[in-house]
């Protein structure tokens, strides 16, 4: 059994918070990764923003603070500092230090990071092949690995449909990610040749803490016009828990997302991808990763494709019916316990 340590200086949570409402994409990561890591038989404990200590499905979770000093042990076999500076060096006498990131890299480029990539050099922890090409070469760190996402088992546990679901498109991302987009090619060119279907909103800021309050704003004038095109079939949910969202995925017909420069893996994507859900992606940062081209949904270069294959999915029951197959059969093969096998392999490399 080995001594496994998670420092985050980010957003308030636990592994709770999942259970009972909407979280962000690192923060549900976090929180699979470090339950299976407990599962695999190690001693996990995470220090992050929570506001108390408890244990929480084998894992000791307890303020990153007490009394205005960090409150970490003093040694581990594996500590993985998540994303921020200030976490890097914290664990000197740690067997091995990696630092997983999630955002695009160039953020590394600031001085406060270069100085302690190359002073202390841990491996640096990305997330797909398009999130490596983020970073330059020539920067400092120490190994580079790719460990994707896994996808949690409780969107993976569907077998194909026998029925048809209705005519219902979905968004579960953040509005900030081109939903202003989506919602004028929906009421120009998609409603009108698919006239009862809906467009289903699963979006918020709530989903992203004190972050998605410092955007609160942009999100909301978005919001604002999604909320004035019920006439056009667009339904504005919101976000939800986990368990509630499996079940929309079940009752979706296709996800339209087009992708964003910014993203580094989607896990929205795929775990809509891992329930039978074909989607509709443009060739723009990591969604090209998450969606097998032609066989789960489609890949596409513009405006006009991706309307096309959307009304394609919206009503060609032949189509839908080949790709739900495809994406249930495919898309939910690398889960979050091979994925903690990988963070594991990271103690003997």
Known sequence: MAQIVLADDGIEFDGNTPRYGPLGGVESSIVNLVEELARLGHKVSVRNMCREARMIAGVDWAPLFLDKKYNIPKKADLYIANRGDKLIGLMPEARRTVF????????????????????????????????????????????????????????????????????????????????????????????????????????????????????????????????????????????????????????????????????????????????????????LGSVIERVINGETGAVVGTDSEFINFAIELLNDDVVWRRQHN????????????????????????
């Open 326 to 349: 495809a994406a249930l059969a495919k898309q939910g093969l690398w889960n979050w316990h091979k994925a903690a096998k990988a963070f594991e392999k990271l103690m003997i490399t």
């Open 100 to 283: 997983w990131i999630h955002n695009p890299a160039r953020y590394l480029m600031k001085w406060r990071y270069l100085r302690q990539l190359w002073r202390l050099k841990p491996a640096i922890i990305f997330i797909g092949d398009y999130h490596a090409s983020t970073y330059p070469s020539w920067a400092p760190g120490g190994d580079r690995v790719i460990i994707p996402y896994g996808i949690s088992g409780e969107f993976c546990k569907f077998t194909p449909r026998e029925d048809l679901p209705p005519r219902k498109a979905i968004f579960t991302s953040n509005p900030l990610r081109s939903l202003d987009w989506l919602l004028q090619i929906w009421v120009d060119r998609i409603y009108p040749r698919v006239s009862d279907a809906e467009l289903h909103l699963f979006s918020g800021s709530e989903t992203y803490g004190k972050t998605g309050a410092e955007k609160n704003s942009q999100m909301e004038e978005i919001l604002d016009k999604a909320r004035s095109l019920k006439n056009y079939g667009v339904v504005l949910r919101g976000p939800v828990s986990k368990p509630q969202l499996i079940q929309e995925f079940r009752e979706a017909r296709v996800m339209l997302y087009r992708g964003d420069l910014n993203e580094t893996f989607c896990l929205a994507v795929g775990e809509a991808q891992a329930s039978g859900v074909p989607a509709v992606v443009q060739k």
